[in-house]
């Protein structure tokens, strides 16, 4: 007992001193930072900075435009880019008015009859609101082919723009669907659309803003699943567009289904979003306290209280960009951010989350990275296939070793019939002692390559099965968490296994994986798409692409759910991995991780691909390629098995890639 208070108080000492010594360091920075805005005001107040306006704007213009340049990856991201915009622009023609209904379609739709024929109230704050973009907005509600509907339109307009309340009175007078207000005043986007809300009769809501633009289907989409699915909450594809026509596309945002961690580090979601009544129930619609993001928070709220999120697969909602507005400048409205990181906050502590950190990315100010508590401290198992290729396995430990902060791990390495003799003269090195062929843990000596990390080998002697050979690994593993690691990677981010951690400590969550490159520093690995390939049985996203790339929407930027991940390296729990049988041997060497990931999916777990876990991967060094010989028809055989066993699923389609999208290339291409 008086040993366990001595040790107490020396981990409560030593605590006790990194505490102070932080407090110290972040005294330090708080003056720093006092010394540099009191320098920075100075500087803005100095009338050289004032004249010198015009010059430090078009510095700021080359520099984004280089920064979007580096984004690319530098000239053949850009020929890449230009292709990917040609492609585009011959499918947007498919999106715009050419998509519009046929006089047979809509009369065909105007005639269909729902078991459910639901009222839909359709929420609009005006202020202030052109003439020609309300207009629009207006007749495009009119346009619909379901005709069950109600507009709701609160004006919090000033006195110098009556015109909008007689426009509107022209409309309503002539259509008892528009319900009008004028408000006593403005009370900004979140009053106002409150105040829409009161005036609503509808079962379902949807939130329109009042210079944008609806697809006359938009609603007979909705109600559709309303009836086939029972959806409580929809959404649908968008675009933004400039000038007198929707036909003038700047970008398409094609969605995934419903994508809890995409949401919470961006809003994806965005338009059209239409959801059941009582959803609302006891909450405020829009809360003030989160303008310029309260669609973000109430977006976030309302899905945590769905039970059936459907998304619409279709280009609906045509989102006007103009000056002034989020879609075409996001410093337009520079509270958005703080509001959007306040929004997602409250969401986390929601969910229990209590020490969390939120900070914006690369790709945009609104689009974030999210770090997790890692709680307790957990061991790791990192379980590493092995045969004969030393040099490749010395760069890979040498890498976790040096560049790890996280020390609670193991290392089990699972020797395929390699040759014996190399395997005792390279092993005794590593462990800086005499290994003998042992099976249990061995900690290193002295002169060891690994200083004191454990180490456990594993000899497998059968024929080369890869899921074999990692479960082999599992068996002698002690974690609570489970690495599964190609031999010929090398770890880039120091936090990387905090990173995989941190999402496979969740309740709802299956495997984590990260962002794999090759030596070239292009993409190897990013989240892994059903269906994707030559072979539709799987294939990688945003591959070959460059490190530095935003990638689709910014998604090589930020934490999202996927169907799969790589088993190159792949983070599970061993509860988890237990559960669902771990690897599938009678997939001896492909497609084995994607039935993995599979199968926790199947036990309703998120997979979760995170960029901010970084490592090369120079893939299959150790055995080569899948692509001639014996190893093609296996991989041919191992394909059929996939597709027959997940048929089900490859019909369905990948819910986190949209089925506008190509099979046939990898970097989101549309369906020409």
């Not at 990181?341 to 229990?352: P, T, W, Y």
Request: proline share 3%; glycine share 6%; net charge negative.
């Amino acid at each position: 007992m008086e040993k366990l208070n001595q040790d107490f108080e020396a981990a409560f000492l030593e605590e006790q001193a990194k505490v102070f010594d932080l407090a110290g360091r972040v005294a330090e920075l708080e003056e720093k930072n006092e010394e540099l805005n009191f320098k920075l005001e100075r500087i803005h107040k100095n009338p050289l900075w004032k004249m010198t306006k015009p010059l430090r704007v078009l510095m700021h213009f080359c520099l984004r435009q280089l920064r979007r340049v580096k984004n690319l990856g530098g000239p053949r991201g850009i020929v890449a880019k230009i292709k990917y915009k040609k492609r585009e622009k011959l499918a947007m023609k498919n999106y715009g008015t050419l998509s519009f209904p046929t006089p047979e379609r809509r009369k065909e739709e105007e005639e269909t009859v729902f078991s459910n024929p639901v009222k839909v109230s359709i929420l609009v704050p005006l202020f202030n609101t052109p003439e020609k973009f309300l207009r629009e907005m207006i007749e495009s509600v009119q346009a619909q082919t379901y005709k069950n509907w109600e507009l709701c339109l609160a004006d919090g307009s000033d006195d110098a723009h009556k015109n909008v309340g007689e426009i509107c009175k022209s409309y309503y007078d002539a259509d008892s669907r528009i319900v009008y207000k004028k408000l006593e005043k403005n009370e900004g986007i979140s009053g106002n659309t409150n105040r829409c809300y009161k005036m609503a009769t509808g079962e379902y809501i949807g939130l329109f803003d009042h210079d944008d633009v609806l697809h006359p289907e938009a609603l007979f989409e909705y109600v559709k699943v309303i009836n086939e699915k029972g959806a409580d909450y929809i959404y649908c594809d968008e675009t933004t567009f400039k000038g007198d026509s929707i036909d003038n596309m700047l970008t398409m945002h094609f969605k995934p289904d419903y994508a809890p961690d995409n949401l919470r580090a961006n809003n994806y979601i965005c338009h059209f979003s239409v959801f059941k009544r009582e959803l609302l129930e006891g909450t405020d619609l829009f809360r003030t306290k989160f303008d310029g993001s309260q669609d973000h928070d109430m977006i976030l709220r309302l899905t945590d209280n769905a039970k059936c999120i459907v998304h619409v697969p279709r280009l609906l909602y045509y989102w006007r960009s103009h000056a002034g507005s989020t879609a075409s400048n996001i410093n337009a409205k520079t509270y958005a951010i703080d509001a959007a990181k306040g929004a997602v906050a409250d969401h986390l502590r929601h969910h229990g989350y209590e020490h969390f950190h939120i900070s914006s990315t690369r790709a945009f100010e609104t689009i974030f990275r999210i770090r997790y508590e890692i709680k307790g401290n957990p061991k790791v198992s990192i379980v590493i296939a092995n045969k004969d290729h030393y040099d490749d396995l010395n760069r890979l430990l040498t890498s976790i070793e040096d560049r790890s902060t996280y020390t609670n791990f193991e290392i089990v390495i699972v020797e395929n019939n390699s040759a014996e003799e190399r395997i005792f003269e390279y092993y005794s090195d590593l462990l800086g002692t005499a290994y003998d062929g042992a099976l249990e843990v061995q900690k290193s000596g002295e002169n060891a390559l690994l200083g004191k990390i454990p180490v456990t080998i594993v000899t497998y002697k059968g024929k080369f099965n890869y899921s074999a050979v990692n479960n082999l690994g599992v068996k002698y593993s002690t974690g609570e968490y489970l690495l599964l690691l190609n031999n010929d990677m090398e770890v880039i981010s120091v936090d990387w296994i905090e990173e995989l951690l941190m999402y496979a400590q969740r309740g709802d969550v299956g495997a984590v994986g990260g962002k794999l490159y090759y030596a070239d520093r292009t993409i190897q690995h990013a989240g892994v798409v059903i269906g994707l390939g030559a072979h539709r049985t799987a294939g990688h996203t945003h591959y070959k692409q460059s490190r530095e790339n935003l990638g689709y929407m910014g998604r090589l930027c930020y934490a999202q759910n996927v169907t799969a991940v790589t088993g190159a390296c792949l983070m599970v729990s061993r509860a988890n991995f237990d559960a669902v049988g771990g690897l599938d041997e009678g997939f001896e060497i492909s497609l084995n991780d994607v039935d993995l990931c599979l199968k926790l999916r199947e036990k309703g777990l998120l997979n979760v691909f995170t960029p901010f876990c970084e490592l090369y991967h120079y893939e299959s060094a150790s055995r080569g390629l899948d692509d001639q010989g014996e190893k093609l028809e296996r991989y041919n055989k191992e394909s059929e098995k996939f597709r027959e066993k997940w048929a089900e699923a490859l019909a369905a389609g990948d819910p986190y890639y949209n089925p506008n999208f190509s099979l046939d290339r990898s970097d989101f291409s549309l369906k020409v």
